[in-house]
């Protein structure tokens, strides 16, 4: 009897957390809720920030489908 092996989360989308100044990618996140728990920032800003280009919290952010 073997147990199944746990694989990496593959629903949602993937995060960027961008540098506003260098365009470099500081951090990405396997979801959008991880994102949002780990900076304690809503969804909505993250999408905000990733439709319009704009620095939320600091940081730009890029959601990739």
Do not use: C, H
Not at 13 to 19: D, H, S, T
């Amino acid at each position: 009897n073997s147990l199944p092996i746990i694989t990496s989360k593959t629903k949602g989308f993937r995060v960027q957390k961008i540098n506003p100044q260098s365009d470099e990618i500081e951090q990405e996140y396997p979801s959008v809720t991880d994102a949002t728990k780990e900076n304690k920032i809503s969804v909505n800003s993250i999408r905000k920030s990733s439709m319009q280009d704009i620095v939320v919290s600091g940081y730009k952010w890029k959601i990739i489908q």
